[in-house]
C-alpha cells in the first residue's frame, strides 16, 4: 500500500504544477514520461516555498519558512513524510543525488524575500542564484539521470537558463514587486529614476544568459531537449514582448504571452522538432 500514499504524492505534486503554471506544466508534458514525476516534484516544492512569502498575509512567514525548512531536511533524513509535497521531493533528492546545498540556498533566497532588501550586484547575484540557478540545477540532476560527467559539462548553461527565466519574471511583474511588495531586485536600481536606457543595460545582460542556456539546450539528453526548448522559446518570446515595450508600459501592465500564441509556438516548433530541425 505504500506505492499508493507514493502516487497519491506524485498526483499532488502535479495538480500543484498544474494549477499554478501552465508554461511549466505544458513543458513537463514534453518530457520523456520518466522524467515528470520528478520535475513535477520540484515545482510543487519550489511552488510551496514561494507561496509562504509571497502569499501566506497574516501569517508568520519567517517561522512557516523555517518549519518548512527543517520538515524538508527531516522528511530528506527520515525518507518519508506525511507532507504530500515533501515525500515527492525527498524521494527525488534521494534518486538523483541532489545536493542540500542547493536546496539551502533557495530557502536563503526565499527568505531575503522576507525583509526589505538593498540589491548590490553580490546579493542581487546571490539573490538569482538561490531562487532560479539552483532550480536548474536540480532538474539537470533528473535530466543527466546520475551522469555526473554531463551534469558538470552543462551545470553552467542550466545556471544561465535560470537566470534568464527570472530575471525575465524581475521585469514582468516590476510593477507588483515594486508598488505591492516594496521590492526592486535590479542592483544600483532608482525606481523613480529608471529609464528606458536602464532596462535596455538589463535586456542586454538577459540576452548573454539565454544565448548561454541555449548552448545547453542542444546539449540535453533527447528525453528533456525539447520541453526545456519550448520553455525557452516561451519565455524568449515574452522576452522579445517586454523588450519591444516601454518601461511605462510594463510598469502599469503585465506583460504576458496569450495561450493561442503559446498553442501556436508549440505547434510550429514541434513541427520543427518532428522533422528534426531543432
Known amino acids: 500500500?505504500?506505492?499508493?500514499?507514493?502516487?497519491v504524492c506524485k498526483e499532488c505534486s502535479q495538480l500543484i504544477t498544474n494549477r499554478y503554471s501552465t508554461s511549466f506544466s505544458l513543458g513537463i508534458k514534453l518530457?520523456?514520461?520518466e522524467l515528470r514525476d520528478p520535475i513535477y516534484a520540484i515545482y510543487g516544492f519550489v511552488r510551496f516555498a514561494d507561496e509562504i512569502v509571497d502569499t501566506f498575509h497574516g501569517?508568520?512567514?519567517?517561522?512557516l519558512l523555517d518549519e518548512f525548512k527543517a520538515e524538508t531536511h527531516k522528511a530528506i533524513a527520515d525518507g518519508?513524510?506525511?507532507?504530500?509535497?515533501?515525500?515527492?521531493?525527498?524521494?527525488?533528492?534521494?534518486?538523483?543525488?541532489?545536493?542540500?546545498?542547493?536546496?539551502?540556498?533557495?530557502?536563503r533566497s526565499m527568505k531575503m524575500d522576507?525583509?526589505?532588501?538593498?540589491?548590490?550586484?553580490?546579493?542581487?547575484?546571490?539573490?538569482?542564484y538561490g531562487s532560479a540557478e539552483v532550480v536548474g540545477l536540480m532538474c539537470l540532476k533528473?535530466?543527466?539521470?546520475?551522469?555526473?560527467?554531463?551534469?558538470?559539462?552543462l551545470k553552467e548553461t542550466a545556471m544561465s537558463l535560470g537566470s534568464a527565466f527570472q530575471k525575465i519574471n524581475f521585469l514582468r511583474d516590476i510593477r507588483d514587486d515594486y508598488l505591492n511588495k516594496g521590492r526592486t531586485y535590479f542592483p544600483n536600481v532608482d525606481m523613480s529614476s529608471f529609464s528606458d536606457a536602464d532596462k535596455k543595460i538589463i535586456e542586454a545582460d538577459i540576452e548573454i544568459d539565454f544565448k548561454n542556456g541555449l548552448s545547453g539546450i542542444t546539449q540535453l539528453p533527447k528525453s528533456a531537449r525539447f520541453?526545456?526548448?519550448?520553455?525557452y522559446i516561451f519565455y524568449y518570446s515574452l522576452f522579445k514582448k517586454i523588450k519591444a515595450s516601454s518601461f511605462e508600459t510594463i510598469l502599469s501592465n503585465r506583460i504576458r504571452i496569450k495561450n493561442r500564441k503559446k498553442a501556436y509556438l508549440l505547434a510550429k516548433y514541434s513541427l520543427k522538432n518532428s522533422l528534426n530541425l531543432i
Do not use: C
Request: proline share 3%; charged share 25%.
Open 31 to 33: 518530457f520523456a514520461k
Open 59 to 63: 501569517y508568520e512567514k519567517s517561522t
Open 142 to 153: 533528473v535530466f543527466t539521470d546520475n551522469d555526473e560527467n554531463t551534469y558538470q559539462h
Open 1 to 7: 500500500m505504500l506505492d499508493l500514499y507514493h502516487q
Open 80 to 107: 518519508i513524510s506525511l507532507n504530500p509535497v515533501l515525500h515527492s521531493f525527498q524521494r527525488v533528492v534521494k534518486k538523483y543525488a541532489i545536493d542540500t546545498e542547493l536546496i539551502d540556498a533557495f530557502l
Open 114 to 128: 522576507l525583509e526589505p532588501v538593498e540589491y548590490d550586484v553580490e546579493l542581487y547575484k546571490k539573490y538569482i
Open 227 to 231: 520541453g526545456v526548448y519550448i520553455a
